[in-house]
């Protein structure tokens, strides 16, 4: 099977760590920056590393950004030159491109130019730490989509040594728990006790919540409130 190949355009922080840990992942990645100390840094990294004005069509066609299935461009400085790649890489037929924003304002101008997804990681880890901080029994949210989310949730006291079915958990809470991860010790092969993750993958209604468990539970996000709210 082929590797996919990627395109990172701008090696700020977010870009160059993307890149990094896409080449990781065994992808085949291109990196382009306008900086040859960062381009030159990253080199030795990934599969190809250019210097390049992302806003000259030329050189950036030139680069073979057109022959990735993806194309991040990582622009925080200027707005309208994260702009002006973004299109130049859609003009090449790159039907994926990711663009990383620096403000509200340009994710919308993004997203309403064809950006395929969208991201703003400042947004986003900010919103990360106040969730924690309000809901610290939430270890990960996933939005699926604008209204409906994927959480794990550290189970909350009412569950314990209750099974699914008792608990009306689709019924009460308008959710689905999808799978259960448990932390089980065990003695291991030095007599030691240690300790071994499992998971529940598919949890049936006689399936017991335990405490200390965390339940995988996907739902619209007024649903699950409900439990964050437990």
């Given at each position: 099977?082929?590797?996919?190949?990627?395109?990172?355009?701008?090696?700020?922080t977010?870009?160059?760590?993307?890149?990094?840990?896409?080449?990781?992942?065994?992808?085949?990645?291109?990196?382009?920056?306008?900086?040859?100390?960062?381009?030159?840094e990253?080199?030795?990294?990934?599969?190809?590393?250019?210097?390049?004005?992302?806003?000259?069509?030329?050189?950036?066609?030139?680069?073979?950004?057109?022959?990735?299935d993806?194309?991040?461009?990582?622009?925080?400085?200027?707005?309208e030159?994260?702009?002006?790649?973004?299109?130049?890489?859609?003009?090449?037929?790159?039907?994926?491109?990711?663009?990383?924003?620096?403000?509200q304002?340009?994710?919308?101008?993004?997203a309403?130019l064809g950006?395929?997804?969208?991201?703003?990681?400042?947004?986003?880890?900010?919103?990360?730490?106040?969730?924690?901080?309000?809901?610290?029994?939430?270890l990960?949210?996933i939005?699926?989509s604008?209204?409906?989310?994927?959480?794990?949730?550290?189970?909350?006291?009412?569950?314990w040594g209750k099974?699914?079915k008792?608990?009306?958990?689709?019924?009460?809470?308008?959710?689905?728990?999808?799978?259960?991860?448990r932390?089980?010790?065990?003695?291991?092969?030095?007599g030691?006790?240690?300790?071994?993750?499992?998971?529940?993958?598919?949890?049936?209604?006689?399936d017991?919540?335990?405490?200390?468990?965390?339940?995988?539970?996907?739902?619209?996000?007024?649903s699950?409130?409900?439990l964050?709210?437990l």
């Amino acid at each position: 099977m082929k590797k996919k190949q990627f395109g990172v355009i701008g090696l700020g922080t977010f870009g160059y760590n993307v890149a990094v840990e896409l080449s990781k992942k065994g992808m085949q990645v291109l990196a382009i920056d306008n900086n040859a100390d960062l381009v030159n840094e990253i080199s030795q990294s990934v599969t190809q590393a250019l210097i390049a004005d992302a806003t000259d069509e030329k050189a950036v066609k030139d680069a073979g950004v057109g022959d990735c299935d993806t194309v991040i461009v990582s622009i925080g400085e200027s707005i309208e030159t994260s702009i002006l790649a973004m299109l130049i890489v859609k003009e090449l037929g790159v039907k994926n491109v990711i663009v990383k924003c620096a403000s509200q304002w340009h994710l919308k101008v993004a997203a309403k130019l064809g950006a395929a997804t969208v991201i703003y990681p400042e947004f986003e880890t900010a919103k990360k730490l106040v969730d924690s901080i309000v809901n610290p029994n939430i270890l990960e949210q996933i939005e699926l989509s604008k209204d409906y989310n994927l959480v794990e949730i550290v189970a909350p006291k009412a569950f314990w040594g209750k099974a699914i079915k008792d608990m009306g958990i689709r019924n009460n809470y308008g959710v689905n728990v999808i799978a259960i991860r448990r932390r089980i010790p065990y003695v291991n092969d030095e007599g030691q006790t240690d300790i071994k993750e499992e998971v529940n993958m598919v949890p049936g209604p006689e399936d017991e919540i335990y405490q200390n468990d965390v339940l995988v539970a996907i739902g619209p996000e007024s649903s699950l409130a409900k439990l964050k709210k437990l």
